[in-house]
Nanobody, 128 residues
Framework: QVQLVESGGGLVQAGGSLRLSCAAS????????MGWFRQAPGKEREFAAA???????????YYGDSVKGRFTISRDNAKNTVYLQMNSLKPEDTAVYYC??????????????????WGQGTQVTVSS
């Protein structure tokens, strides 16, 4: 069982930045594929970013179209933590942000169904 705990959400003005963190349990974190999804009020959960383990120490990063160029996903395997750096935030980025994990390579990194474990979510609110 993998436990995920997000932090770093909050209220920020448009154009500002936030960094979300997700701490994971487990001894093989370096082999997890990690993702960030978000869900705005009244909308479906949306893929934001993923960092996919591809064997050894190789990782690939992917982004949803709405965040590409503004958000950056990264990980620190020594700390069992994945980050989402969010820059140039817009009011439409307001959502609950969820961290997700799957063990090993994950070709379905952009689908909710591709992940086995989820955090409780952290609220991000961007004011105009």
């Amino acid at each position: 069982q993998v436990q995920l705990v997000e932090s770093g959400g909050g209220l920020v003005q448009a154009g500002g930045s936030l960094r979300l963190s997700c701490a994971a349990s487990g001894r093989t974190f370096s082999r997890y594929t990690m993702g960030w999804f978000r869900q705005a009020p009244g909308k479906e959960r949306e893929f934001a970013a993923a960092i996919v383990w591809n064997g050894g120490s190789t990782y690939y990063t992917y982004y949803g179209d709405s965040v590409k160029g503004r958000f950056t996903i990264s990980r620190d395997n020594a700390k069992n933590t994945v980050y989402l750096q969010m820059n140039s935030l817009k009011p439409e980025d307001t959502a609950v942000y969820y961290c997700a994990a799957s063990t090993g390579y994950n070709a379905n990194y952009y689908r909710e169904s591709g992940y086995d474990y989820w955090g409780q979510g952290t609220q991000v609110t961007v004011s105009s």
